[in-house]
Every structure is written in C-alpha cells, then in structure tokens.
C-alpha cells in the first residue's frame, strides 16, 4: 500500500481516538471543580462523594488522553517530518509552549489534586481543581491555536525555503482561533454536560442514590443548557467565517452529496 495513504489512516485514527477523551476532560474538570467548590462552601457530605465520583472518572479520562496524545503527537516527527521541518518555526513553537506552560501545570496539579486530600483545607483543594480545569483550558487554547493556524496561516513569512514567525499576536490572536477555541470549548462543556446527565438519568431510572445523581444531573443540565445556546450563536459567527476565510470548504460541506463536488464547480466557487 502507499506509505503516504497508510500515514494518512495512522494519523487519523490516532487523531480521533485521542479526541474521544480531550473533551470530556475538559468539561468534567469544570463540573468537579463546581462540585467541590459547593462542598467547600456548605460541608455537605453529598458533594464530597460526588466530587470523587465524577473525580475518578475524570483521571481515568485524562490519563487516556495522555497515552493517545504523546502517540499523536510523535507522528508529527515520523510520518510528517517534512512538513514539521517546513513550519517547525511556527507550528513547533506552538506545541512547545502547550506542553511546557500548560500540559505540565495541569500534570503537577492534578498530583496535588489527588494526594493532598487529608494535607490541604477544603478550599484550597477546591482551588486546585479550578486551577486543573485552567490548565486544561489553557492547553485546549494553544493546541487549537496551532490547529487554527494550519487552517488559516498567518503572520508568517516564507525564508530559505521554511516558513518562519513574523508576527507571534497575529498568530495567537487571530479571528479564527478565536471562534475555533469557543466552539470546541463549548462543544466539550455540552459533551461532558450529556455524559454525567446520561449516567445520572441510569440510575435514577434505577432508583439508586437518588439525592446524589439528582444533583449531579442538576448542575449538568444547567451548564449544558448555557453552553448549547452559546454554541448556536458562535456556530453562525464560525460560519460566517468560514465564508469569508475558505468558501470552497464552505461549499463543500453544504452542498448536495458533501465534497463530491466537480472541479468546475469549485473553480466557480472559488476561482
């Protein structure tokens, strides 16, 4: 078979096996840090047990998460070294920035998070889950800077034959990073929202710890309720976008039959 087909098929089910543990790490670093954050308020024994119910779950996840993601992430160096060569300058410094300031942060943290249980107060272990789902936030945001910048690439010039960094704030602060971050953001907010109200609707249905689940699917349903109408009006805003930046994609996407759309018919749509 072609090297290049088998790179491709390698690259993409790592890719989306990886994303089926990124966005639930996300989300539920944000509802156990609420958890906790309401046992360290009330002293209320429930919130507790909820915080290390969904607590377990979420570590499970995060570690999945890692073992996909280094995987991942080597396959930038063995079955796409000539492309890491030519935009290393700027895609590598990216991916630098996202293991050094945030994935190790969140890696340190979330030990404090499980061994300091009986050594910190209960509001400062409820600190650090919120700094944990920073640094989950914080990684998420330079990732999709890079991916953005492979979709929309800026503040750049080409010299000796590589692209190399002419504009850092360009690069961060573009429009399209900007509403990739809030949709996947919100995406994984909803994703999470589902999954605990999935497992707390089973077992009440099933009538088991009926107080627990009922609260776990309240403050579910509360931030998957505000993260889905935000998603509705960031989708249009990304749309929009879309247009503007790759009106091909764009077509592609809504056209009858998807991308099978004819050269003469691209070439009409974006000359």
Known sequence: MDPLFLSRLQFAAATMFH??????TLGLSIMVAVMETRYARTGDETYLRMTRFWGKLFLIN????IVTGITLEFQFGTNWSRYSAFVGDVFGSLLAIEATAAFFLESTLIGVWIFGWKKLSRKAHAAVMWFIAGASTLSAVWIL???SWMQHPVGYVIHNGRAELESFTAVVFQE?????FVHTV????????????????????????????TRSFRIALGIG????????????LHGADLADKQPTKLAAMEAPGGSRLS???????DP
């Open 145 to 147: 800077i890079a991916n």
């Open 62 to 65: 995060f570690a999945l998460g």
């Open 263 to 269: 050269r003469k018919e691209i070439s009409m749509i």
């Open 19 to 24: 994303f089926l543990f990124v966005p639930l």
């Open 176 to 180: 399209w990073a900007a509403l990739t």
């Open 225 to 236: 309720l505000v993260f889905s109408l935000l998603e509705v009006v960031e989708g249009h």
């Open 186 to 213: 919100s995406a994984a907010y909803i994703l999470s929202a589902f999954f605990v109200m999935g497992i707390s609707a089973y077992h009440l249905l099933k009538e088991q710890h009926i107080d627990f689940f």
